[in-house]
């Protein structure tokens, strides 16, 4: 534990929200932070992401909101359709943000963009760390060696940081059934087609979700029941085999498929004890809640928050405070996530049609009321009040 956030040193390990941020704060408290990321490059892009709750407040107190609703993506609905394409149900983008108070819908990627754009620490990009220890001592896979006052794990749910010193990812990682894959391309005439609506495509088990973004490109989002949690080596092989006897824009879809397509393991992570020593995880590493139950960018961004402020507050147990008052927000939001699979990957046909019918009836102040609980879990009293 250190003793003083005074000139001392920080190393956070994973360039994601929960790393940049944790970054931000950390600097403004004083500290010389370096970062390192096991990706060769900074991931932009992404899937879109509902950008709300205790997160949204962080991001004001760091003066990033006018940035972040530069990059809003003008989604005017959510709409569920058929194999054709024909509309289901649709909820409008009106009555999502009157259940989702001030929800920012954006690329996750243009988040983590806006946060790395104030940062002072460089990114040492295409490294990560091949030894951690309690007392601060970490060793580089080049074989260099250094020693830090503080080491964050904050480099997701398959955390080497965790992993090296907590242990091995199976005793933390509770598997959710699913497999998802998430990718950007330029098409168009597909962004064209599928228009500034979110649009989904639910089957029993499988769901396809697409959004235009920016300059003729789109998003998508695949979701499918799995029994194993372990990967195929060929993702896009394995994504042409489920969901290419799907209609709609299926086929366009699977057709551009770039090589670099985000694919994984839907999880989330329960774990006792945060941290160790001078290690302390953040974000995904310690609380994942998964795509199930959104909200871990928010979650992320509160936790760096929150870890900041405990430090700058005394050394002398903050990491107890910080994980006292992080870990029952998260374990509501996870038990959130379980319970939201009915919604966002329906089982039965039947299933698909309750959650339609409630999207057609979302102007009801009632089923508004309905929504808002399926969506938002409620994990306000985190932040201490701004001052």
Known sequence: MPKSNAQQRALIVGAGIAGLTSAWWLERAGWDVSVVEKAPSFRAGGYLIDFFGPGHEVARRMG????LEARRAPISSVTSVDSSGRRRAEISAAAYEAVADG???LLRGDLASVIRAELRASIRYGTTVSAVFDDGRVTFPDGSSDEFDLVVGADGVHSRVRELVFGPSASFVRYLGHHTAAFSVRDVEL???IGHRYQMLTVPHRMIGCYAVRDGAMAALMLYRSASPELPADPAAALRERFGDLGW?????????PEDVYYDEVSQVDMPVWHRGRVVLVGDACGAVSLFAGHGASLAMTGACVLAEELTAGAEGAFERYQGRMKPAVEHTQEFGRRFIGWMAPSSAWRIALRDMVLRLSGLPVVRKLIRGSVAPD???VLTPAT
């Open 64 to 67: 990033l909101l006018p940035a």
């Open 103 to 105: 929800v920012i819908s």
């Open 191 to 193: 962004s064209a087609r």
């Open 249 to 257: 824009v299926a086929p366009a879809l699977l057709s551009v498929l």
């Open 379 to 381: 994990v306000d009293g």
